[in-house]
């Protein structure tokens, strides 16, 4: 080991360093996310009891410096957004010297790392919860503190008895989706239906459910919605964990709809708000729902979904509040409210732009330049329903879960 890589594995949350010190090809992004993680759990680290006798003005430094930081990771990813979450909480943390408001941004921060499979942060994440927040938990939170811990700490020990196979697999699904997020979609299904099959081989769920919830995806926006549905649904099927589970059902429910199946997709969607879920799985669901019945020109169901993500949208991340606005304006135009409709996705246009979600500024874009031709037609849309044996049986399967008890 050098001298460098020795200090550098001395320093508090060292591991998010790792992704500086040993950045992969086309992951610049992932490195600054890397370094965004790193400043953001050092500045929770002063508000931990024994800095309390520090000079505030130590703290405010340090805040106004990591807030910059972070303040332009937040429309880059999710994990941007969660980054400056943390930093915004850390603020209020300090001004109401109440570390306890730091708890549920941390669990949050925690569950995105470790449905990221970055266990070794995930961990480090709730080694800081502990060691910031400590003593003043709530019950029920330490209890759920120990818990997780405890769930990362399993997930690990099973990624290491597996192997290196293990690990090189899970690697290839990350440069599989380096390829998607280049444009290389044909490679990416490639790679991606590899590890799949080599992960089924193995016995490997833990990596046969990522390969395959993101080969739905890479699937999904090559316009094959059919496809992409089976392997969503299989990757529900892996998962251990519910917030996997949910995520890959959230994206059942959306194939399913893009099929012009909107009852199944609303039992999909209504099975992740059913089993509590919080945090974006919840607003995406929620969002989704009010997409359904907007496409059954359901205007009671839709005005009853909009008024629930209208509750959900201040702790939405730009790139979920941008696609409820979309989705928001949509609906209006199916019920011919077409100055509502302009207004809403000016709204996400808006959002869009000042975040970066340069794919999202295009698709609002061209659906509100295509305003004008659907007042002027005033016809209703049409959506062929895609059908086939695979799709029935992800229906009838679905059908089945949701009328099992909680």
């Not at 090189?168 to 239906?193: D, H, K, V, Y």
């Not at 702790?315 to 302009?342: S, V």
């Not at 695979?390 to 679905?398: F, Q, T, Y």
């Amino acid at each position: 080991m050098s001298i460098a890589r020795a200090e550098l594995q001395s320093l508090p949350h060292a591991v998010f360093l790792h992704r500086i010190a040993d950045p992969l090809p086309g992951r610049a992004r992932d490195s600054r996310l890397g370094q965004g993680a790193f400043l953001a759990l050092r500045l929770i680290d002063l508000l931990a009891p024994e800095h309390e006798s520090a000079h505030p003005d130590a703290f405010e430094y340090q805040w106004a410096a990591t807030d910059r930081f972070c303040r332009d990771l937040r429309g880059v990813s999710t994990e941007g957004a969660h980054l400056q979450g943390l930093v915004t909480t850390a603020g209020a943390a300090h001004r109401h010297r109440d570390v306890r408001l730091l708890t549920p941004a941390l669990f949050a921060y925690a569950h995105f790392l470790e449905d990221s499979l970055h266990l070794e942060e995930a961990l480090d994440v709730l080694d800081t919860v502990r060691g910031v927040v400590g003593g003043r938990l709530a019950d029920a939170d330490a209890v759920a503190l120990s818990l997780r811990t405890g769930r990362v700490n399993r997930k690990r020990h099973r990624a290491h008895a597996n192997g290196d196979r293990h690990s090189e697999m899970l690697s290839q699904i990350g440069r599989a989706m380096t390829l998607f997020g280049r444009g290389n979609l044909p490679e990416a299904e490639r790679r991606l239906a590899q590890v799949a099959a080599d992960a089924r081989q193995e016995r490997d769920r833990a990596a046969e459910a990522p390969a395959e919830h993101n080969l739905a995806a890479v699937l999904q926006h090559r316009g094959s919605p059919d496809a992409a549905l089976v392997h969503a649904w299989r990757a529900f099927e892996l998962y251990d964990e519910e917030r996997g589970q949910l995520r890959a059902l959230n994206d059942v429910g959306i194939m399913l709809l893009a099929l012009g199946d909107a009852t199944g997709a609303e039992r999909a969607l209504s099975e992740v708000i059913r089993r509590g879920t919080m945090g974006d799985n919840a607003a995406n669901a929620t969002i989704e729902l009010m997409h359904c019945a907007s496409f059954r020109r359901d205007r009671v169901g839709f005005e009853r979904y909009r008024s629930r993500c209208e509750e959900l949208r201040t702790d939405m991340p730009p790139n979920i509040l941008a696609d409820y606005h979309l989705k928001a304006g949509i609906g209006e135009a199916r019920f011919g409210r077409f100055g509502r409709a302009d207004a809403s996705l000016g709204r996400a246009l808006k959002i869009a732009e000042d975040a970066g979600l340069h794919a999202m500024v295009f698709k609002v874009e061209r659906i509100r330049h295509g305003l004008d031709a659907c007042e002027a037609a005033a016809t209703a849309e049409t959506h062929p329903v895609i059908d086939s044996d695979a799709v029935r049986e992800v229906s009838e399967s679905l059908a089945q879960l949701v009328a099992q008890p909680v």
